[in-house]
């Protein structure tokens, strides 16, 4: 009898990944399209207040993006770890999180609704970036309004309160 085979992987892949947040670090996937995003809310629901590393390294999401980010939100002790990057959806919950550290090689992107999907959300987004960043409303409001790329590094995300440090 053979114990492991091709489809038990993804079995023993999702087994790792709850014990890792049970252990206290979320790994967010590059794209948490789709139902992702309602799963990792559904983790983080589940680790209770503990301490939890998130570990991000995301360049896409969807609209389930902001179930997540209410959830990191609410956690009450919560550190963001940005890789690579943390753009679009990535930046939504790096900003969630109570305290956030970036590499010196971390890039940021933000974009406005008309980019993607003409209209919406940019109040909304620029509301909740006015909320957790030092920037204010008008400013996040006005990078969303033309609906271009703003994509930046991690000296500017620190300055902007994106982050709290860069790693060393």
């Given at each position: 009898?053979?114990?492991l085979?091709?489809?038990?992987?993804p079995?023993i892949?999702a087994?790792?990944?709850?014990?890792e947040?049970?252990?206290?670090?979320?790994?967010?996937?590059?794209?948490i399209?789709?139902?992702?995003a309602?799963?990792l809310?559904?983790?983080?629901?589940s680790t209770g207040?503990?301490?939890?590393?998130?570990?991000?390294?995301?360049?896409?999401g969807?609209?389930q993006t902001?179930?997540l980010?209410q959830?990191?939100?609410?956690?009450?002790?919560?550190?963001a770890?940005?890789?690579h990057?943390?753009k679009?959806?990535g930046?939504?919950?790096?900003?969630?999180?109570?305290?956030?550290?970036?590499q010196s090689?971390?890039?940021?992107?933000y974009?406005?609704?008309?980019y993607?999907r003409?209209?919406?959300?940019?109040?909304?987004?620029a509301?909740?970036?006015?909320k957790?960043?030092?920037a204010g409303?008008?400013?996040?409001?006005?990078?969303?309004?033309p609906g271009?790329?703003?994509?930046?590094?991690?000296?500017?995300?620190l300055e902007l309160?994106?982050?709290?440090?860069?790693a060393?």
């Open positions: 009898m053979e114990l085979t091709a489809a038990s992987l079995y892949q087994q790792a990944f709850l014990s947040a049970k252990a206290g670090h979320l790994w967010v996937p590059d794209d399209s789709g139902p992702r309602d799963v809310a559904a983790v983080v629901r207040p503990s301490p939890l590393a998130v570990h991000i390294s995301t360049t896409n969807g609209p902001w179930t980010a959830e990191l939100d609410a956690h009450p002790d919560t550190t770890h940005v890789g990057y943390a679009s959806a930046l939504i919950l790096v900003v969630s999180c109570r305290h956030r550290v970036c090689y971390s890039r940021f992107l974009h406005g609704s008309p993607k003409g209209g919406g959300d940019d109040d909304a987004k509301q909740w970036l006015a957790h960043t030092a409303f008008t400013y996040w409001r006005d990078l969303a309004t271009e790329d703003f994509e930046f590094g991690a000296e500017e995300a309160g994106v982050v709290h440090e860069i060393t």
